[in-house]
């Protein structure tokens, strides 16, 4: 059994159709044969968009010429009402300022300092689920939960359960299946006059959570003021200055960050060990193995984590098989020339880690679920070549490193207490809301070991 996909469209549609399609869910208006294409042009009377799937030119975009390729200003169009400015939307100077002081707080020596509450959002969310065994559980619900408590705990210091965390969860929740990473006007230019397809609730919630996120971003400034704030995340991002210019953070622009940070850290999170979770109840002998290595969690620490490598194995082979953003989008600041084909300035340029990792022509058997593969030449060449979960080249994602700890380590603490079942009739879905997610959620049987 192959771990589930969605069933791609047919070759050729009606623009209106693909539109249609494509406002219910991005993965499955796609069509098969991007699966092998190195190139896929896309053009309408609107506009042309070019989704690359090769390597090479992956690396030109990403990595040797980042700044020809900005970020599309047309993706603002579908996260602006939650992100504002923030660093995953920003180009240019702006955005290399934003990193320049964002980065420093997620450095090795940071991440190791970060692992306690990691932790302790693990160990929560065991003793949530031990009132659950031998039950029916969505998993979505479990891990949204754990990574959203990590983020908390890892940022602010105060827990899920926490009022003003516990208010911007629940109204997370309700975003992110109302507003998809990618809403139509990414791609096309329309005027402004054009309504954006953000419902009112999208956009209440929006404001609702940006509030919540104020208050705790006051109330940590006049903690640093006075000499009490703790050190987490948050202090070290408020209180670090532009090496540059000396500037830093104001109020409004860290609510602008903490939101992607809430965003990518506990929605990108939440996807992947949803999936990873569903993986291990398809293939039981891998839970096994798992659980067996998760002994070693017995007396935990950050070095421990370290000798999980089957968990990392198996996440990164989550991660490969359910990138959490699927798809990302460049905009070409100059006439380009990819494949022979000539690319006009101002085109979409559309890079998806969902066909990459899946490309029939790089992956060895690229549908199924093989955590041996990472061990292997091809494995190794294409994790280099054609593995981009967190992004790359100067625009990677800052947590990364924070995501390979806390993944296998919450996957770990779970397996080891707890046994994961598949249930008849009950397999997801995947679609594209603000991550890849399933259509119904992810259902399997809670045993406690």
């Not at 096994?288 to 935990?300: N, S, T, V, Y």
């Not at 490193?401 to 009950?426: K, Q």
């Amino acid at each position: 059994m192959t771990p589930p996909k969605p069933q791609v469209r047919a070759d050729k549609v009606s623009l209106w159709r693909y539109l249609k399609l494509f406002r219910q869910d991005l993965l499955s208006a796609q069509p098969q044969r991007l699966y092998r294409a190195w190139m896929a042009e896309f053009r309408t009377p609107f506009f042309r968009s070019y989704m690359i799937n090769q390597p090479e030119l992956i690396n030109t975009v990403l990595k040797q010429r980042p700044d020809d390729f900005p970020k599309s200003n047309r993706i603002s169009e579908g996260l602006r009402p939650l992100l504002g400015d923030s660093v995953f939307l920003t180009n240019g100077d702006t955005w290399k300022r934003q990193r320049r002081i964002i980065d420093p707080a997620f450095e090795g020596g940071r991440l190791k300092d970060t692992f306690p509450a990691m932790l302790a959002a693990a160990q929560a969310c065991v003793d949530r689920l031990r009132s659950q065994s031998s039950s029916e559980i969505e998993c979505e619900e479990v891990t949204s939960h754990a990574a959203a408590d990590v983020i908390f705990r890892t940022l602010f210091s105060v827990p899920i359960e926490h009022e003003i965390a516990a208010q911007v969860f629940e109204k997370f929740r309700a975003y992110q299946r109302e507003q998809p990473l990618l809403n139509l006007a990414a791609f096309i230019p329309l005027p402004r006059w054009v309504p954006r397809f953000h419902s009112a609730k999208t956009r209440r919630n929006a404001k609702e959570i940006r509030a919540l996120i104020g208050r705790l971003t006051t109330e940590r400034a006049a903690a640093i003021s006075a000499g009490q704030a703790p050190d987490d995340l948050a202090t070290k991002i408020m209180t670090t200055p532009d090496p540059q210019t000396g500037h830093r953070f104001n109020t409004d622009e860290m609510i602008d960050q903490v939101a992607i940070f809430f965003l990518a850290g506990h929605e990108t999170s939440a996807s992947a060990l949803a999936w990873t979770l569903y993986l291990m109840a398809l293939y039981p002998e891998w839970q096994e193995k798992l659980a067996a290595e998760a002994q070693i969690l017995e007396e935990p620490s950050f070095a421990t984590v370290s000798k999980l490598k089957l968990s990392r194995d198996v996440f990164r082979e989550a991660l490969r098989l359910y990138p959490p953003v699927p798809m990302m989008v460049r905009e070409t600041t100059c006439p380009e020339r990819f494949r022979d084909r000539d690319v006009p300035q101002g085109s979409q340029i559309v890079l998806s880690p969902w066909h990459l990792h899946r490309q029939e022509r790089l992956w060895d058997k690229p549908d199924e679920f093989d955590p041996t593969r990472w061990g292997t030449e091809n494995g190794k060449k294409c994790q280099r070549e054609a593995y981009i979960p967190f992004s790359a080249g100067p625009r990677v994602c800052t947590g990364a490193g924070f995501a390979m700890v806390e993944g296998p380590l919450i996957l770990s603490m779970l397996l080891r207490h707890f046994r994961f079942e598949l249930i008849e009739g009950r397999t997801p879905v995947p679609v594209a809301h603000l991550t890849v997610r399933s259509k119904d959620g992810i259902w399997l049987r809670l045993v406690e070991r």
